[in-house]
């Protein structure tokens, strides 16, 4: 297989994997059923895992098409823009911190999870105009922090234990 | 070796940090949220930003909210012994209706999917505080 056809491949079951990863989340009952949209970021573990693995490209290229799959799939239009707002400012703040090389995966993944949250708020908070929405800031900032370290480890695990070879 | 081994070392030191900075500043969140807030006195509706009504914490009433296009979209408030909750929608999520019950000032129930935000706040002048004499 040329290599090309192989990162083709690899990014294929990346996205169905974190397709699938996003099911599981979409059927698992909500964490924080207080607050709206409330997600662990699961699919998060294979982006994790991509953006050390592949760089920050591949990362935004899977991100991207699954949430784009995700909403055609079992989402609406509204949903699309919490959850690409939230996405993309975890996803540059990741992308800064593995560059500065001061964290390991696991501080990564929680101030990943935390920005995932507060974009997904600060969107809410410019759609809705309304600034009520700050109270939620603080239960996702604990949300985001302790899913962050599970999704961290996992994505830590994914890292050490997958060959570099795939 | 020795060089890795203290990379690892900074990089947990720098992760412990950060997780306990993010859990200070939720903790000095709740507290002003559980422990320095009042209770408000009156329930404001908005949609999509825009005043949709208000309603007094003290007076128990049911409020139906249509909102969309043709009024399709439901939103039932009630207001009850001075909590105010949504009964029941038709939105998708149903994140409104499994709310928590709201009276604290500030406090918010939100409706996403069909834009209707429930606010508890002090009306009034909100600028003075309650002095208890
Ligand atoms: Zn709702």
Excluded: W
């Amino acid at each position: 297989m040329s290599k090309k056809t192989k990162n083709v491949a690899f990014i294929g079951v990346c996205t169905a994997l974190a397709l699938v990863l996003s099911y599981i989340e979409a059927i698992l009952p909500p964490l924080f059923a207080a607050v709206p949209g409330i997600k662990m970021g699961l699919p998060n573990i294979i982006i994790m895992f991509l953006l050390y693995r592949r760089g920050p490209a591949a990362a935004i290229a899977v991100s991207l098409i699954r949430m784009l799959l995700v909403s055609l799939l079992f989402g609406n239009m509204m949903a699309l823009m919490y959850s690409l707002a939230g996405a993309m400012l975890s996803l540059i703040v990741m992308i800064i911190l593995r560059r500065l090389n001061f964290l390991s995966t696991v501080g990564v993944s929680v101030a990943g999870g935390v920005s995932h949250n507060i974009g997904q708020i600060l969107t809410a908070m410019l759609l809705l105009e309304t600034a009520e929405l700050g109270y939620y800031l603080v239960v996702l900032t604990i949300t985001g922090t302790v899913s962050g370290m599970l999704i961290g480890l996992c994505g830590a695990a994914l890292i050490k234990h997958i060959p570099n070879k795939i | 070796m020795k060089e890795k081994e203290n990379t690892v070392k900074r990089y947990v030191r720098n992760d412990i940090l950060l997780i306990l900075c993010l859990v200070l500043i939720a903790a000095i969140g709740l507290f002003y949220l559980y422990v320095l807030r009042d209770h408000g006195d009156t329930v404001r509706v908005t949609v999509d930003g825009k005043e949709y009504g208000n309603y007094s914490l003290s007076q128990d009433i049911t409020e139906d909210i249509y909102t969309g296009k043709d009024g399709e979209y439901h939103n039932r408030l009630v207001i009850k012994d001075g909590t105010a909750f949504m009964e029941s929608a038709n939105c998708p999520d149903g994140i409104c209706v499994e709310h928590s019950r709201v009276f604290r000032d500030g406090e918010s129930i939100v409706c996403l999917p069909h834009r209707v935000v429930i606010t508890v706040v002090t009306s009034g002048d909100s600028n003075t505080p309650d002095v208890v004499i």
